[in-house]
């Protein structure tokens, strides 16, 4: 028999077959016959176990009934009711009618017989409907399983028609335990079923409560303050034990089911009563027995559980401490959109002192009734424990909403003792397949490799200018050591005269020897042997490999190629004849690191196409090297180019595709160009390449936020909360370890720091405000002391003392100016300078403002406002000094200098102390042309013992300022102290101007000297390099730097009228006249 199975009702079903019976194909009567078989998922009026029979009816006639059949507890029911109708093609049930006409299938349920009746009553239930078109579609036969639709008024009707029907799971029979005795980890779990006898056939096997630590649990109490409580109440207070696995299958309509619900609330009920020992004497009978109590739940509490997290990818576990509340309707459906009770729905009672002294429900949102049956898919395991800790007493909220809500608070007095007692139940939901499966770290970095495939490093060129001089050195070779053989020949090795040859005889000998390599040949193929060599330099050195348009240039070509070659041959020939070797000064080059500031120094000026020069010659040296792909990404970001940031990247994470700032980053610009799959698989990739990564989820966040996908947002956030946690208790473990009897020293990352302890260390004075509500400084506040020391094998200190042979001498007299101006600020001698201690208040502890220092050296601003949004929400406190500091940058790059101001002035009025908070308002007011306060700001921050974090750019702009206001001492001693700092450039650059202002020219020449070394191509260094060669009476020197600061575009006017003055004055200097 063939068989048709359609899909089964959620209602109730009802299976069928139809074969036909037809033998003979010439009869004109044909039977047709129909069999029910049985069906499912019924329910009656009276119960859930009632009556009932069918009945087929087709065209109006009805073809019989089956025989009466009591339905099982779970609601199935076995008919096997066979009827049968003709078909006539002439008569009625032709082929038109079977076309268009069904079988209707009609459940009737038989209602008990009351006192004193007679006839027996019935009531319709539902009726399923058959169509009949595929025995005109050439199937003899088919079976089919059908929906059974309910009539008005059927208890049918009362379940969902989405969905199977849903089946509370209660735990019974909880065991009361002494306070003191602690349960063993690990314990067997229980098997729900309270027919055994044996003891040791009540644990599952191989199935285990294992615990874990309280921090890693999903519910409520789960932080640090919270261990103490657990502890107790799971060991020393009384606690009712389950330890009950209940296990259920979940097919997959109903897997699908509960993702769904679970969306549309994330909080399921656990609902907890407490039922009374019934004890009965003989003749009489309990007023539970009798029905007096009217439904009533004692002690009726409920738990909340957050079931969101099973719709996390790849989670397939939830375990956690929930805390019980008293049982209020109204709170419950407002959570939970429950609008009945489970227990309520269990029956009366009576019918609760059945399962136990002691029950836990639990069930989905949108529960209306008990069903007969479960039917679900994986594995749910609950643990509950319910401690009471009568001790202690948690403080009720008051309600001061409405009288009602008041009134129904009170009708629950015995589910407020929960709330009193902090009970709490420890539960534990776990599926054996995840309801979101998360991608594998193998299939998301296969993914990635498709994007990016890793990109093989390009084989060393053997070919290149170098190795085409090299040849042609060797040839050179060759072709001397072959000349000097065939003059051995023709003159002997033999010198006269003690080896002294006339200049007549050389010329002779020279003449001979030509007419020897002419004549025989050699001369032709000297001049072979050298072409290859000489068109390999052609090619590689002077890249020509194109006619020359006209003779002009082939001739200008030809007289410089020559000069080139010729100066080699000089060359290969002293390798070979020098007794000497030559000692060749190999030229100094910037370090990449350094070329990292000077990039970042054309950044901040706002010189931005040098800024790249710098980026790309770090690529040029070596393009193997991953941070530099990301340094000039992050540049590309700054100047919005897009697409440029998305090859850098894409660059680096070929390069290393486990890079996780690579990974981050590629999936950032892909966002920015709104390619979001593409972002998704970066940023998952990350989290799986270092699950540790606060950084990686808290992005991952964010980009699930753009996508609008709450759950994940939460998902993620979750984690990394759950991380910064863990790793601020270790770090504060770490330090309570390490803490000493005394003070603690304070450290600097560039300096060697040690503190003296001074008496007032603990009472630091307030500075006054200023009215514009900036703070003033106090020269005469009482601050601790520091000793700062470099090392003294630093050579940029090695240069300073050089540089400075009277500091020393002027040790007093600039202590006493600095302290006049800002309290006492850093000496670039080893001199002992009072600085201010920083730094009262203490550093936000946020993923988000983790991730916001990253976003803004990388110039993702997209993502930093993003992240500042949250941060501002997490903050209890208010906004943090931190806050307000990156907001203020982000303002100063969109040179929108008015918000800028108001965010520093909320920093400085949280933390006044803070060097990055006047190093910034320093930066503002410097900007916006106020330099008088921007001197005070800066001034302010490097007196601080604390550097600040950008404090390279303090000192250059504090010196400039000195410069422009003609404090020469002042500035040639902040320049000396970036240089100790950070040497570049521009340091040793206001060095030199400082010194030659002070004329003090040997010195103003060898910083000028460092600052040209540096960066051959500044026009101002040349410039000075010329006014000093010109102080000094050197007038090549004077005139070569001359000719290379107006080479490359000098830009001060008034230096280059001084230049022209100076040159006026000393005669020489400008070759031009």
Known sequence: MAVVSGQASKRGSLTLALPSAIEAPLSPIKPVQITVLEAHDLKGVKGDTPVTYVRAEYNAVILGDSLKVDVSSDGTVKYNFTTSFEYNSDGPNSLDDIAHKPLFLTVIEVLPKEKKQKEEKTVALGQAVVDLLPLLEGKCSFRATVPLHPVPGSPLESLRPDAKKEYPLAFKNGILKLGGEKEPIPRPKKWPISNILAPGAQNIPDSFIVGGPYEEEDGELNKTEDREFRIQAESIKKRIVWDLERRCYLDPAAVLSLQKRIAECRYWPVEITRVPVVT?????????????????????????????????????????????????????????????????????????????????????????????????????????????????????????????????????????????????????????????????????????????????????????????????????????????????????????????????????????LNYELNSSGKYFAFKEQLKHAVVKIVREKYLRTTAFNNLEQLQAFLSELYVYLVDQMHVALNQILSQESTVIASPTFTSCEQLRLFAHEAEVNEDYALASVYYQERLARDRQIVQYWLDYGAFCLLMEENIKAQECFREALSLNPSHLHSLLLCGIIAVMMEHYEEAEIFFEDATCLEPSSILSWTLLGLFYEIQENDIRVEMAFHEANKLLKARLAKEKNIAEAAEGGGKKLYSLSATVLRTVTSPQEDTLPVPDEAPDGSLKVQPDSVEPVVTIQLPEDDPAVKLTKKLSPTLSKNKETSQKVMKKTNGGALDPSHAVAPVPLSGLSQPSHTIFMETIHFLMEVNALQFVHRALAHELLCQQEGPSCEYYLVLAQTHLLKKDFSKAEECLREAIQIDYLNPNVWAQKGHLCYLSGNLSEAKECYERTISFVMDASEIHFVYLRLGSIYLKEKEYDKAKRTYMLACKKSSSCLTWLGVGIACYRLKEITEAEDALSEANALNNNNAEVWAYLALVCMQGGRQLEAEQSYKYAVKLELKNEELLQEIHEVQRMVGFGNPSF
């Open 280 to 512: 009965s004497t003989k003749g009489k009978s309990s007023k539970l027995d009798k029905g007096d109590d009217d439904g009533q739940i004692f002690f009726h509490g409920v738990a909340y559980v957050n079931m969101v997290p099973l719709l996390y990818p790849g989670v397939k576990r939830i375990r956690g401490a929930f805390r019980v509340f008293a049982y209020q309707d109204s709170e419950v459906f407002g959570k939970t959109k429950c609008l009945f009770s489970i227990l309520r729905d269990l029956g009366h009672q009576a019918n609760l002192n059945k399962l136990g002294p002691m029950i836990a429900a639990a069930s989905s949102p949108h529960s209306k009734a008990m069903p007969s049956r479960n039917q679900k898919e994986d594995k749910m395991t609950k643990e509950k424990d319910v401690p009471r800790k009568m001790s202690t007493t948690i403080k009720s909220q008051v309600s001061d909403t409405a009288i009602e809500t008041e009134a129904t608070v009170c009708q629950n007095l015995e589910g407020q003792q929960y709330v009193d007692a902090g009970t709490f139940l420890v539960m534990e939901i776990e599926l054996a397949k995840a309801l979101v499966p998360k991608r594998l770290p193998e299939e998301l970095a296969s993914r990635v490799k498709e994007m990016i495939p890793p990109r093989p490093q390009l084989p060393r060129r053997s070919a290149g200018a170098k190795k085409a001089v090299e040849d042609y050195h060797n040839q050179i070779t060759s072709i001397a050591g072959a000349i000097l053989d065939e003059y051995h020949e023709l003159f002997g090795k033999q010198m006269v005269d003690g080896g002294v040859i006339d200049h007549h005889t050389l010329e002779e000998q020279k003449c001979q």
